[in-house]
């Protein structure tokens, strides 16, 4: 139900790549956190770049741990959260643009109603 991934996600590398600590931290919102992500899924360019910047950050982040990490397979694991997370809005969105609409239907039936009324009195 959510909106094309295509649509409104344009961004050059170099912003993508500019955003991506952010994107890390996940404190990107938005259009700008779904032009990054569809951005960075689909570029193998900044995928790179991603990719590299992920492993620092969760080597950092996890430095207490030996958990062996995999650091495709949890930026895999972290890019499906985000899709998720941006699907879900999509979708809160989509329902409340359809109840608009029908709201906006429902008003105008009801205008028509009384305009037709009033004309044929």
């Not at 910047?53 to 741990?65: A, G, I, K, Q």
Request: proline share 1%; aromatic share 12%; glycine share 4%.
């Amino acid at each position: 139900m959510g909106s094309s991934p295509t649509i409104g996600t344009q961004m050059q590398c170099s912003t993508a790549q500019k955003n991506i600590n952010s994107f890390l931290r996940e404190t990107l919102k938005g259009n700008e956190l779904r032009k990054t992500y569809y951005h960075l899924k689909n570029c193998e360019t900044c995928k790179e770049v991603l990719l590299d910047e992920f492993s620092f950050y969760t080597t950092f982040n996890d430095l207490d741990r030996d958990l062996g990490f995999n650091y495709e397979r949890n930026l895999k694991k972290f890019m499906d959260k985000i899709g998720e997370r941006i699907k879900s809005r999509d979708d809160k969105l989509t329902s409340k643009y359809i109840f608009a609409s029908v709201m906006i239907c429902i008003m105008f039936l009801i205008i028509l109603i009384i305009a037709l009324r009033i004309a044929y009195k």
